[in-house]
């Protein structure tokens, strides 16, 4: 329960809802109990009427609105009939007013409760933009995905219903137990004994519940998992024919899910007979020791018929006491795993009093050591490197030599475990976050493009809407302006989930477009033309050549471009620089980077390539 203290400040915030959701609650039972009185009072109209009946020696208790239309009645001295029919439409005028304060009831209260949804799922949200790639790199997508909607859900249900039913349970049984008792302390006591065996069973119960939520909502993120990578990868099942072995793995998961959720369903099945026998008890012992009573004075028929609809009103709230006992165990258990959540702090994050202005200047890197933190693989090691403002350096490497890891330091996805990298001077460490990466483009390895407009992907970089000529300038560097326009709506074309109507080398297009619209002062491309032919990749060579004249620019790939002019080529080996130097100095210098040169083009020669970008075979 202490998990739910979180959300003390949503409370706080929809406070005037809250408390004049309360006041509804509390109004519309306080005339539900009315009821009851005016029914008894009838009854002993009617039993006075009888022949033998004798007169009560004591006025009956009520309340005193009741106390007042009583004696309004009797004041008018009508017949036994208008009698009737005055306390039958009395009695309706009631349940009219209280199903409109319910209405109310349920205008504050629940639409509270969505207002805190909305709030808590933009926090969460909020939360998942801030955390670093290492984060991501240990929850599954299906688990995140889960506590935005499975566990705030489950805790809205706590927020509005389950809050809502406490309340009103609360102040019927109050109203009831009160107007009871004031009737008669002896009866009232037998007929409530029952009660205390049913608390002790919640009790019980709600600790197993609390258990099996838990573990419910585990297995729910994991069976989220599996349903989303199978559909992000179907085509990998499709052409693999893996179609039958990846539905036996769902199937085991549901199958895991569904006997612990039927494990849960069994448990919380024993509060509802449990209400029922209870409430069954107490009726039957009304009846009983109402009934011994009423042989001896009469004038208590009409006591008996009120605590009759006492217990039937107490039925639902009682009978709900499992219900919200259960909404809200299992809140609890999802609140515990928000919780868990938005209290990972982001490893990656601004300093508290970071730098602020432009980035510009040298980028240097001095003495930089990483190793990734969840494999254990030192990607880069004594790494040292100077990169002139406007300068172009092209970084090769084979796989896994340590290439993409130097863009993701740049980009503060990771902070280096030793060394420092500056720009203009600064450490990365100590500016700003967002205007670093507002400042740098980024063209990564696995291009991602959203459910949108080719428009809007182009776009997508920029904090405002970019002209349509922009996009198409940007487009055109890209050289996928002609094949844009192809297109069924041009511009305005879906590409579909993650760029699937597309082939590679448009999607990788239209990501060099998106990185280029934003006019960066740094840019990074990571081998990000390597599902495109000779001639495109020539093209985009020459466009790139002409926009980055005075940009800095790192291109990490496996080509050799002869056709740009580099201020400086590195090359990568197990995290170090093996050699660096312009083309024609690794060329003159005759060591590994020349050998590849030449075992390349006597390769592209021999395939009958044309152009100039060629190609590291590993």
């Known amino acids: 329960m202490k998990h739910l203290g979180a959300l003390n400040t949503y409370f706080w915030k929809y406070r005037y809802r809250f408390f004049i959701g309360i006041f509804f609650v509390i109004a519309s039972n306080y005339f539900a109990v009315l009821a009851p009185q005016v029914t008894g009072f009838v009854v002993n109209q009617v039993q006075q009427r009888l022949p033998g009946a004798r007169p009560s020696a004591t006025r009956p208790v009520h309340d005193g609105l009741v106390d007042m239309f009583i004696d309004w009645v009797q004041s008018m001295h009508v017949s036994f009939g208008w009698l009737v029919a005055l306390c039958s439409m009395t009695i309706l005028l009631l349940a009219v007013m209280r199903g409109i304060l319910m209405f ?119 069976l989220t998992t599996n349903a989303q990578e199978s559909f992000s990868g179907i085509r990998v099942i499709k052409s693999f024919v893996q179609e039958k072995a990846m539905l036996g793995f769902f199937r085991r998961n549901s199958e895991e899910y569904r006997k612990n959720a039927i494990g849960l369903a069994r448990v919380e099945a024993i509060y509802f007979p449990s209400m029922a026998l209870m409430i069954g008890i107490s009726t039957l012992i009304t009846i009983w020791v109402g009934g011994l009573q009423a042989l001896q004075d009469t004038s208590r028929i009409g006591l008996i018929v009120e605590f009759v609809i006492y217990l039937n009103m107490l039925t639902f709230p009682v009978s709900a006491i499992g219900w919200t006992a259960s909404m809200i165990q299992r809140a609890a258990a999802s609140q515990k795993r928000l919780n868990e959540f938005l209290q990972t702090e982001p490893k990656i994050a601004s300093s508290a009093n970071p730098e602020t202005g432009g980035i510009g200047g040298d980028i240097v890197f001095t003495d930089v050591q990483f190793t990734y933190p969840n494999t254990g693989i030192q990607a880069v090691r004594n790494f040292n490197l100077r990169i002139g403002q406007g300068q172009k350096v092209l970084v090769l490497g084979r796989t896994g030599a340590g290439k993409s890891t130097l863009a993701q330091l740049l980009l503060r996805f990771y902070d280096p475990q030793q060394g420092q990298i500056t720009i203009g001077g600064q450490d990365l460490r100590q500016m700003n976050l967002q205007q670093l990466r507002e400042q740098v483009s980024y063209v990564p390895q696995d291009v991602f493009l959203f459910s949108d407009t080719v428009s809007n992907n182009i776009s997508f970089g920029l904090n405002q809407t970019a002209p349509q000529e922009k996009v198409v300038q940007a487009a055109g560097f890209a050289s996928v302006d002609k094949e844009i326009r192809g297109f069924s709506e041009g511009y305005e074309t879906m590409v579909g989930e993650r760029g699937v109507t597309l082939s590679g080398g448009q999607k990788q297009r239209i990501s060099i477009a998106r990185a280029l619209i934003k006019d960066p002062g740094i840019i990074v491309f990571d081998d990000c033309l390597s599902a495109v032919d000779a001639k495109t990749e020539n093209e985009i060579i020459g466009n790139l050549y002409r926009f980055l004249h005075d940009r800095t620019a790192i291109i990490i790939t496996h080509r050799i471009f002869s056709s740009f002019r580099f201020d400086n080529i590195i090359v990568l080996d197990n995290g170090e620089i093996a050699e660096q130097g312009t083309h024609d100095e690794l060329l003159a210098s005759n060591g590994y980077y020349a050998e590849l040169y030449r075992l390349q083009l006597t390769e592209n020669r021999t395939a009958g390539l044309s152009g100039n970008g060629t190609h590291w075979q590993n």
């Open 104 to 222: 109310f009831m349920r205008q504050t209260i629940i639409v509270m409760s969505r207002h805190i949804e909305f709030d808590q799922k933009n926090e969460i949200f909020r939360h998942y933009q801030v955390l670093d790639n290492g984060f991501y790199k240990t929850h599954s997508t299906g688990d995140l995905m889960n506590r935005m909607t499975e566990d705030v859900s489950r805790v809205r249900m706590y927020t509005g219903p389950a809050l809502m039913y406490f309340i009103n349970l609360i102040t019927l049984i109050g109203f009831c137990v009160v107007n009871m008792l004031r009737k008669d302390v002896y009866l009232t006591i037998l007929v409530l004994a029952p009660l205390p065996i049913l608390a002790v069973t919640i009790y019980v119960v709600n600790s197993i519940i609390n258990r099996k939520s838990e573990r419910i909502q585990s297995l729910l993120s994991d």
